[in-house]
Nanobody
Framework: QVQLVESGGGLVQPGGSLRLSCAAS????????MGWYRQAPEKQRELVAH???????KYADSVKGRFTISRDNAKNTWYLQMNSLTPEDTAVYYC???????????????WGQGTQVTVSS
């Protein structure tokens, strides 16, 4: 019913930039919160950034000032601009959304399949 598809991952050198995209499709009525998580090898999944419908943002301390989350409501798409990347940013990045479907009565969480970001020289 709902698909979240990430794109934009890849290999980048330290100090470089990448922009991730997440496109949501399906019978979506409204999206409450959209965000990005990441999971590095042998580490727990952690919140990177999220953006609410009211434009409130939250960032992990480790990415503040370097990453920016934004969205295009008309396209049900959101982005993660990542600058000044370091090897510590290497992880699989997952997009997520808390949304409600047409004809549904409750908001639910959905996840993308993940995209690999590798920061290495």
């Amino acid at each position: 019913q709902v698909q979240l598809v990430e794109s934009g991952g890849g290999l980048v050198q330290p100090g470089g930039s990448l922009r991730l995209s997440c496109a949501a499709s399906g019978s979506i009525f409204s999206i409450s919160t959209m965000g990005w998580y990441r999971q590095a090898p042998e580490k727990q999944r952690e919140l990177v950034a999220h953006l609410t419908r009211g434009d409130t943002t939250k960032y992990a301390d480790s990415v503040k000032g370097r990453f920016t989350i934004s969205r295009d409501n008309a396209k049900n798409t959101w982005y993660l601009q990542m600058n000044s990347l370091t090897p510590e940013d290497t992880a699989v990045y997952y997009c997520t959304a808390n949304l409600i479907l047409i004809k549904s009565s409750r908001y639910e969480d959905y996840w993308g399949q993940g995209t690999q970001v590798t920061v290495s020289s």
